[in-house]
């Protein structure tokens, strides 16, 4: 069984950084993809960054290209989401996954963290 532990949200303002890490607790194949999702009130759950550990393939939506970063360390069991330049629209509860299926309109997951939550002010 697979658990996955957020950490690193807070309150920025806009322009400033901010570091998610997800701990993973369990097994996980290296050729399962890892991803954050988001959920802003009133809006649904949507894919921002995905990664899969064999061969380090990355996928983005585009929102966040150019700005937001993904990464793992295997070592540490550990995926980490670098977010730069946030913008006020980048404000939501920022949720791990595994077992992500990035492929298709809308991308999917088998098992989730908590959820964490980021605030970008103007």
């Known amino acids: 069984q697979v658990h996955l532990v957020e950490s690193g949200g807070g309150s920025v303002q806009a322009g400033e950084s901010l570091r998610l890490s997800c701990t993973v607790k369990g097994y996980i194949d290296s050729e399962d993809f890892v991803a954050w999702f988001r959920q802003a009130p009133g809006s649904h759950r949507e894919g921002v960054a995905t990664?899969?550990?064999?061969?380090?393939?990355?996928f983005y939506a585009d929102a966040v290209k150019g700005r937001f970063t993904i990464s793992r360390d295997d070592v540490k069991n550990t995926v980490f989401l670098q977010m730069d330049n946030l913008k006020p629209e980048d404000t939501a509860m920022y949720y791990c996954?595994?077992?992500?299926?990035?492929?298709?309109?809308?991308?999917?997951?088998?098992?989730w963290g908590q959820g964490i939550q980021v605030t970008v002010s103007v």
């Open positions: 990664i899969q550990g064999s061969s380090g393939t990355t």
């Open positions: 996954a595994a077992d992500v299926n990035p492929y298709g309109r809308r991308w999917h997951a088998v098992t």
